[in-house]
């Protein structure tokens, strides 16, 4: 059972360049997002979506965007990377079944350098 | 807005000896409350959680939490730690469903636990 897939697991980029950071699930939860670690500050949550189409905001949105055209996948994309956004970041799943008591799934998280 | 607050950065018990995370919390109803681990270089793995019931929620690895509703209070416990304890906890908090929103999960800032041998 993989769970949740995170890919690049480590990622150099210079300053402006562009990436897609890739999540997958196969667990069919509905509820998927997005968090960066940073030391010192715990997780924050950047984007989230609760189903196929259906995307929000978190706590720090600016420099990411994120669609959810399948159930599975949930990609983090950065348009013009900044050395603010070198993090590590982890996408996280979890059921919105009812009655839903929310436990999140976490992939293993992907480490992005920016220079 | 709920948020969650771990007063100690870092927590040095010897192993053998019982150890405490502490972990407080601030949100609207009734609270969903979560205890994660994450060890170096690795996601995080979900320990225990308090929905409703006994206050006394009892987790994976031995792991252990006390809900106070009181004291808004939910701290990380175990009888006798282990070296192979050592990594950083995090404590989670969510409210009862009220929308798509209800399923974010705010963390804590992260408690190092380093159990001394």
């Known amino acids: 059972n993989a769970g949740v897939t995170q890919t690049p697991k480590f990622q150099v980029l210079k300053t402006g360049q562009s990436m897609t950071l890739q999540c997958a699930q196969d667990?069919?939860?509905?509820?998927m997002s997005w968090y960066r670690q940073d030391p010192g500050m715990g997780l924050r949550l950047i984007h989230y979506?609760?189903?196929?189409?259906?995307?929000d905001q978190g706590e720090v949105p600016n420099g990411y965007n994120v669609s959810r055209s399948t159930t599975e996948d949930f990609p983090l994309r950065l348009l013009s990377a900044a050395p603010s956004q070198t993090s590590v970041y982890f996408c996280?799943?979890?059921?919105?079944?009812?009655?839903?008591?929310?436990?999140?799934?976490f992939g293993e998280g992907s480490r992005l350098t920016v220079l | 807005a709920q948020s969650v607050a771990q007063p100690e950065d870092q927590v040095n018990v010897a192993e053998g000896n019982p150890l405490t995370v502490k972990c407080t919390y601030s949100?609207?109803?009734?609270?969903?409350l979560f205890w994660y681990v994450q060890y170096p270089n690795r996601g995080l793995q979900f320990l225990l959680k308090?929905?409703?019931?006994?206050?006394l929620v009892k987790g994976s690895y031995g792991f252990e939490a006390e809900f106070n509703k009181s004291q808004t209070s939910f701290h990380l416990k175990k009888p006798s730690a282990l070296v192979s304890d050592s990594a950083l906890y995090f404590c989670?908090?969510?409210?009862?469903?009220?929308?798509?929103?209800?399923?974010?999960?705010?963390f804590g800032k992260g408690t190092k636990l380093s159990v001394i041998p």
């Open positions: 308090y929905i409703t019931g006994d206050n």
């Open positions: 989670a908090v969510r409210g009862e469903y009220s929308g798509a929103g209800s399923y974010q999960l705010t």
């Open positions: 979506s609760v189903g196929a189409g259906i995307t």
């Open positions: 667990m069919n939860h509905e509820y």
């Open positions: 949100v609207s109803g009734n609270p969903y």
């Open positions: 996280a799943s979890s059921s919105t079944g009812r009655p839903n008591t929310g436990e999140l799934f």
